[in-house]
């Protein structure tokens, strides 16, 4: 496996549109994060799953952001009537549950991210 | 709640020298871990060094060492013998264990540019 892969890499997209970007995490993983980075910022939550489940939301997920993950392996980010301030990077990031490890807290691997721009 | 502050927006160090960069945290949670990541121009986000908060002893990666200063609330960043390639920016972040979120919470990072 050669570690979380995100599609598209690049977006350019007219304000108004709707665009969805694909995070496919490490294979074995079971948690799954999307997160957005903005240009001088560090990277800010935005959503996780573990396996299927949606179970956290950051109140800076508008009504026109979804995201599913629809088997517990690839997840799927959705912004709808995209505008200009959703311009950023969105990156996906992985980890295992930190028990099958034996530790109780585990890293997060993260793709290289979906640069999106909205003109 | 749970924030991380990192105070240097930019740090210079000639090759070859150590270099620290600063992380300060917050958190009411008593398990939580300490997290740095590298990001190069490229943009991924490259996993360095974890520190456990019940964890006594400092953690080391190879050239990276965590100072953990848990009275001070204080993840520091050593990389020793700094290269060329080290330039890039540092994100300190932080996730608490048994508070209900799962969420890493990251700093607004530091940007090193090492010197030949």
């Known amino acids: 496996d050669t570690g979380v892969s995100q599609d598209p890499r690049h977006k350019i997209t007219k304000r108004g549109q709707n665009v969805t970007f694909r995070c496919d995490p490490i294979?074995?993983?079971?948690?799954l994060y999307w997160y957005r980075q903005t240009l001088g910022q560090g990277p800010e939550f935005l959503t996780y799953?573990?396996?299927?489940?949606?179970?956290?939301k950051s109140r800076l997920l508008s009504d026109r952001f979804s995201a599913e993950r629809p088997k517990g392996s690839f997840s799927t980010l959705e912004i709808q009537r995209t505008e200009q301030g959703d311009s950023a990077m969105y990156l996906c990031a992985s980890s295992l549950e930190p028990l099958r490890q034996g530790r109780w807290d585990t890293e997060a691997f993260f793709g290289q991210g979906t640069r999106l721009t909205v003109v | 709640a749970q924030k991380i502050t990192q105070t240097q927006p930019g740090m210079f160090v000639q090759e070859k020298e150590a270099v620290t960069l600063d992380c300060t945290y917050d958190t009411s949670d008593q398990s939580y871990g300490l997290f740095w990541y590298k990001q190069p121009s490229s943009g991924e986000m490259i996993f360095l060094i974890y520190?456990?908060?019940?964890?006594?002893q400092n953690a080391t990666e190879g050239r990276y060492s965590l100072n953990f200063q848990k009275a001070r609330k204080s993840a520091n960043l050593v990389i020793s013998a700094s290269q060329l390639g080290d330039s890039a920016m540092y994100f300190c972040?932080?996730?608490?264990?048994?508070?209900?979120?799962?969420?890493?919470?990251f700093g607004t990072g530091t940007r090193l540019k090492v010197l030949a």
């Open positions: 799953f573990q396996n299927e489940a949606q179970l956290e």
């Open positions: 294979s074995e993983h079971n948690r």
């Open positions: 972040a932080m996730r608490e264990v048994t508070s209900g979120t799962y969420k890493y919470i």
């Open positions: 520190q456990g908060s019940y964890d006594e």
